[in-house]
């Protein structure tokens, strides 16, 4: 990103919604649990990847044109570790969503929930990773969109400003597409928008003290050190479209794959043989 | 994510171990500036806390963004355009501008000039994971001596100009000492600085190996009395990059190829004067110096952790005669030493920065508390620092510099053809070290510089310091290589070619120094780690034979190298 296009006076409010994840690189054989859900515990809790890429975006766009960034996450007390990393990055304000109501969530309840909390803050964007690496649905972004009424703009790659318009640059698989698109609007960014910098030391020094009332027995901390906290209710979602209630989506079953090497096919090494095999992967869509 | 910090817990062991709660409490000087700042520490703990979490965001940046570029850096160095432009090697770029955005280019830099206020020891961790990264970037980063200097010693206004552009990363620097005929003897510098009419300082000369000469803020030693042709004539001035600087070669180095090494003229370049004239080498350089000399007893300590990494990692998994090769007892002892001789180098370099710090902070106070009954306390601490300081610093960098040396020779030998070959970085890490034991003065000058407070009688003194008076009674084998080192001292003493047999026998007797030192800090770690039992057993049964030996050369009268020279090592036939 480079300043050559011009903001707008007062810059640009952004939302960044992050979450904590499972580290599903370091799956072990105590991953899943009997019953097929995540043993979190077994697991470190991180910041999702490609979340961080979203707030890279939102930080360069306050650094280039002016603004603020706020970052929610919804989800657990534990939650507020990568809200402290948001901070120490730059993130002027963070959020957390917590209420046992939201238990249970699915991308539909927790799309509702966060476009609720989003709602309050009365962005001009808002940037989520493209998906999260828990559940890899890439859902969650665009129905947030949808909520709110939107512009959604997925797979972010390059972002300029023009006044009221952001100039976005987003992968589209067979190449790259270049939309000018009025504000308000959501991006889901991907890892090519580049990494999150680093920690600025001095706010690690002084945001390492941040907590939620959540972490504080209850008591909300004074000044910017405080981490916001938001129920449900605060944000007036309804309790029958959060959590369990408001979740269509039921797991049936989950099996644990394990890839190996089963049988194997020869094939000749005659233009025959190959064009066969080509046809075959295209139509088991191993290929095209 | 990969972190060169949280893999490598010797290191926040010995930073425990150190404890570093007075550093912190005289650093932070009573905590006052949490008043000041909303994130300066409260007390101790907190600022201890902060210094982890710094030394773990350097480990962050460097094992996930930086180490990944190091042999492309290698490989591609810097540039010199036409334009006498210097473009940096991929990941020397990078780095400047991650850690620039961290406040990690200003450690020790005060707060109100946008630096960390933290210790030196934190400073030489930081420097030792780097190094682990890419020994090159060392270079760059413990530039930092460059502010520091500024900081010390410049008038405020030139501070606030400077300093925090230096921090933040937007400028870097360079230390522009060395010139053609002006290596280890630095009084001979013949670069120039006269007032013109307007008072304005103006410099012209020639220098050579300046590690980023391309940097913005260039401190020059510069003769600016030229009725003194010793180290008494010269000054300490500052020149920005400009017209009148220009880089005209870049050297073409064996390693650290991410540090750009210019040969620069100076023409008519305006500076600002650094201090008070007269006092450029005798008091100014000398502290950069110092301060540069942890930087490579740090860098040293890097490259040996990486090399035994490499080492370590292979043997692991290379099979020979159906047995991974770290089966082999000739391999163990090869790897054994290696890993000891490198936790010996923490060791010492962390101790001595610890001592850096102490001074530092003590001088601090001495100052703060000038006219008080408590003046004279803190003083006598100060000063005992300061003479520590004169000896560790040195001995680190000696230790250090060389032990990388050795490592990287092991790492070869370990992986044997394919430690040769370019695939693995075990060449680099052997070309990167070096330099270590050449600049920032060489291991000889390291020995002249510490011989003094090992013949003064230092070593007891800093072993009581880290073990307690009273040490001796329990550690019998120490005990007998003090005594050891103080016959050999005393002999030496009573020879009649005192000076010149002195100086033979130096280095062997701070290599027993340093192994007693180590020991020392071997026994207070093995009292916090069971890892360090064996590393303290090893180095008692491995290392005092090998330093005694060395006595007891000394003790043998044996000067041949001396009045021998010329038929020991004749001179080389010249075509006529």
Known sequence: ?288 | MANFYRDNKDIENVIDALDLTEVATLLEEDFKFAKEYDFAPKDAADAIDNYKRAIDLCGDIMANRIAPLAEETDLVGNTLNEDGSVTRAPGMKLAIELFGRTGLMGVTIPYYLGGLNMPCTVLTACNDIVSRGDAGLMNLFGLQGIAETINWFADEEIKKEYVPKLVSGEWTGAMVLTEPDAGSDLQSVKTSAYQDKDGVWRVNGVKRFITNGCGEVLLVLARTEPEFSDGRGLSCLLVEKGPWVKVRRLENKLGIHGSPTCEMVFTEAPAKLIGLRKRGLITYVMALMNGARMGIAAQGTGIGEAAYRAARDYAASRKQFGVTIDTFPALRELMSTMSVELQASRALTYYAAKNVDLETGLGRKFESLKGTPEAQTVRARFKKAAAFNKMLTPMAKYYGSEMSMRNAQGAIAVLGGSGFMKDYPCERYLRDSRITTIYEGTSQLQVVAAIAGVTGGLVNDVIADILGEGWSANHPRMTALLAALDEAIAYIKGREDAKVYHDLSARKLVDAAIALVVAALFVKLAEKYDYKKAALEFWLNMEFPRVKAGLEQVMSGYAGSAVDFETLAPAVPQES
């Open chain 1, 1 to 288: 990103m480079n300043a050559k296009t011009k903001g707008r006076e007062g810059g640009y409010r952004c939302v960044v919604c992050i979450k904590q994840v499972p580290d599903t690189k370091k799956v072990t054989g105590e991953a899943m649990k009997a019953d097929g859900t995540i043993n979190r515990a077994a697991l470190p809790a991180i910041f999702n990847p490609e979340d961080r890429n979203a707030l890279e975006a939102a930080l360069r766009v306050k650094e280039m044109y002016g603004g603020t960034v706020t970052a929610i996450a919804m989800g657990l007390p534990a939650a507020c570790a990568i809200l402290r990393e948001a901070l120490m990055c730059g993130a002027d304000e963070a959020y957390l969503v917590t209420d046992r109501k939201a238990a249970g969530s699915d991308t539909l309840a927790t799309s509702y929930i966060l476009s609720c909390a989003v709602k309050k803050f009365n962005p001009d964007m808002v940037f989520c990773g493209r998906q999260a690496i828990d559940g890899d649905t890439a859902q969650t972004g665009p129905q947030i969109a949808e909520k709110l009424d939107f512009a959604a703009i997925t797979y972010l790659e390059g972002l300029e400003m023009d006044g009221d318009f952001a100039i976005a640059t987003r992968d589209i698989g067979t190449g790259i597409e270049t939309d000018r698109v009025k504000l308000p609007a959501l991006f889901t960014v991907t890892e090519k928008f580049g990494e999150l910098r680093p920690f600025d030391m001095r706010r690690v020094m002084k945001y390492k003290k941040a907590k939620a009332p959540v972490e504080n027995g209850g008591a909300p901390l004074e000044g910017d050190l405080a981490i916001g906290q938001l129920s449900c209710d605060d944000i007036g979602a309804e309790a029958d479209r959060c959590g369990f209630a408001g979740s269509p989506t039921n797991v049936n079953k989950i099996v644990s794959v394990v890839l190996a090497g089963g049988d194997y096919k020869e094939v000749e090494a005659t233009d025959e043989g190959v064009k066969g095999l080509v046809e075959e992967l295209v139509a088991d869509h191993t290929i095209g």
